[in-house]
């Protein structure tokens, strides 16, 4: 039993990097020490403890990460510093040397960070507690509100994949995940607090169901039924585990979106090869085509590495290529950066900085071009838009179920409700299409 005495009125703040499931999991912290008698500090008030919820996907992910932990160090003197995350499953030696860190906690200790407090008296040096990857077994859940309208619902961890260039696996460990029920009583409880929508998150949710002997498409059904949710949306999955069930199941449901997240990473079947995915760009395009017949307006976001090992110009040429003829709305660009111990590093051909950046902006303006366009063709159209609270001054956004932005004249009103709206033409950044809210 943990004594929870010296956490009253204690303060702290939260820093997260990375991705969606590292948010949704320092949303669980927060509310596991908010329960321990620990307040979110002000703007500008000096916290008692900080903790910082890391990323290392890049090189430029782990560089962000020192910096952020030493800008905390130095706004919240005297604070009791805990580093969480990939970045610190990684390298926890390195982490727990940076001047003002106590203490630095793996995969396996973050659901468990309470215990690994103490006092909150600060250490002379940091102390890095980790398990070994391949050790990592607990399945920590969080279903986590990322504002009043949307949730988060972490449903699977780890991964069993090991492509080329990623070292997640390393970070995470093994693919693993809570049972259908539990997730199902989650979205209850995100009902009951007043969530409108959920988006799944984790590592690769495809593979959910490999501990507990069930399927994502399962688990997808269940959570169709919960009521009080009225829109899921699927955060990333993979190629190969979009079935073509999951599709169907999508285009007819009650309350799951037309609105996929798809990494496709390469549109060149020998640069595919060399990361070691598990589709080639023929699946990849009958997916695509899949969606496309039974949900014609569905959006389709994609991610795209660029500037991998072994990316000729000739193999760039063809992705780019391969990209231009998909039926997509939206890519995620990002430039491939070298990780230690990824067996990429093998791979001689080796493309440049300047080279890196030069495909990336293609893409995204290929990207904007595609998004543009989606857009466009439903100006005009009415739609049910699930509004979220904006700014003071600023307009009002919201989401389709077909993830357009929507922006129209604030009114707090509507904060998470789902009105009409009609659609107007793009705002002045070429961001959201103007809305006309109907009564």
């Not at 995940?177 to 988006?199: D, F, L, P």
């Not at 660029?306 to 997509?328: C, D, H, K, W």
């Amino acid at each position: 039993m943990i004594d929870t005495t010296v956490f009253q009125n204690k303060t702290a703040v939260y820093y997260t990097l990375g991705c969606k499931l590292n948010f949704s999991e320092t949303s669980t912290i927060g509310k596991i020490l908010r329960e321990a008698g620990v307040r979110t500090a002000r703007k500008g008030e000096k916290a008692d403890i900080c903790v910082v919820n890391t990323c290392s996907v890049t090189e430029m992910a782990d560089k962000k990460c020192r910096q952020a932990i030493h800008r905390l160090v130095k706004q919240h003197p005297g604070a009791f510093v805990v580093v969480t995350g990939c970045y610190a499953q990684l390298k926890p030696g390195d982490v727990a040397k940076i001047d003002g860190v106590d203490v630095v906690l793996g995969a396996e200790q973050k659901g468990e960070l309470l215990q690994y407090l103490g006092d909150l008296q600060k250490h002379e040096k940091g102390e890095a507690i980790t398990t070994a990857t391949k050790d990592i077994r607990s399945f920590a859940p969080s279903c986590s509100r990322g504002d009043r309208t949307r949730f988060f619902l972490k449903v699977q961890d780890g991964c069993d994949y090991f492509c080329s260039y990623c070292t997640i696996p390393f970070a995470r460990g093994r693919s693993r995940n809570g049972t259908i029920a539990s997730m199902v009583e989650q979205a209850r409880q995100a009902a009951a607090e007043g969530g409108k929508e959920i988006v799944l998150t984790g590592v690769n949710i495809g593979d959910f169901g490999k501990t507990t002997g069930e399927s994502f498409f399962d688990l997808v059904k269940a959570l169709d039924q919960v009521e009080g949710i009225e829109r899921y949306r699927i955060s990333s999955i993979e190629p190969n585990l979009l079935t073509d069930e999951i599709i169907e199941f999508v285009s007819h449901s009650r309350s799951f979106m037309p609105h996929f997240h798809i990494p496709l990473q390469s549109g060149c079947d020998e640069v595919l090869q060399l990361m070691r995915r598990r589709y080639d760009t023929a699946l990849f395009a009958s997916k695509v085509k899949k969606i496309k017949e039974v949900m014609p307006d569905a959006f389709i976001g994609v991610d795209v590495i660029v500037g991998t090992r072994g990316e000729t110009p000739e193999y760039f040429q063809q992705a780019y290529q391969f990209i231009e003829s998909l039926n997509v709305t939206q890519l995620h660009v990002f430039s491939y950066s070298e990780r230690p111990g990824t067996q990429a590093l093998k791979i001689e051909y080796v493309v440049s900085p300047e080279e890196k950046h030069q495909r990336s902006q293609r893409l995204l303006t290929l990207s904007d071009q595609k998004t543009q366009a989606f857009y466009a063709r439903h100006i005009g159209q009415t739609m049910p838009v699930l509004m979220e609270k904006s700014k003071a001054g600023a307009p009002m956004h919201g989401f389709t179920e077909n993830y357009i932005r929507v922006e129209v004249e604030s009114d707090d009103s509507l904060d998470n409700r789902v009105v009409n709206v009609r659609l107007g033409d793009f705002n002045e950044e070429m961001t959201a299409l103007k809305g006309t809210i109907l009564i």
